[in-house]
């Protein structure tokens, strides 16, 4: 007995870990010092080929918008809204019967922020985002994301 479950042990680790591996978003995060004390951070996405994100300007019983929240920091002031750059598509989606809004390959967020003083300070906040291709969707998921800000760079 003691030999069949070592044997069939490592088939269920197999088995969890492949079940966990389907992630087709790569993120990546910097920050760019624009002026004076302007910066803007950069929270990057990239696909894999056929997947989509859906833009955060999705509204009704669709899918799940990309949201931003980020932690409160003294030293940091957000400045507007978080921006998207990258090919928009629209397309009316039968599945969910409204037209929605998303980009496949690339597309940068940016949020503009206004440091408070000349000190380094990591901007941090949360992600949340549903991703799609043509045959099926996968559950929203929440990623946290740490972007360090330092004036002397």
């Given at each position: 007995m003691k030999k069949l479950i070592l044997a069939i042990l490592p088939f269920f680790f197999f088995a969890a870990a492949f079940a966990q591996m389907e992630n087709p978003v790569k993120w990546t995060y910097t920050a760019k010092k624009i002026k004076g004390d302007v910066y803007e951070l950069h929270m990057t996405a990239m696909l894999e080929p056929?997947?989509?994100i859906y833009s955060q300007d999705i509204k009704g019983?669709?899918?799940?918008?990309?949201?931003?929240?980020?932690d409160k920091n003294p030293l940091v002031k957000p400045d507007g809204k978080v921006a998207e750059m990258g090919k928009l598509e629209k397309e009316f989606d039968k599945n969910f019967g409204m037209t929605l809004k998303y980009y496949g390959n690339k597309v940068d967020f940016v949020q503009r922020v206004k440091l408070k003083a000349a000190v380094t300070t990591m901007a941090k906040g949360k992600i949340t985002y549903m991703v799609c291709n043509d045959k099926k969707c996968l559950p929203p998921r929440d990623i946290l994301f740490a972007i360090r800000i330092d004036p002397k760079s």
């Open positions: 056929k997947w989509h019983d669709g899918p799940v918008p990309t949201s931003f929240a980020f």
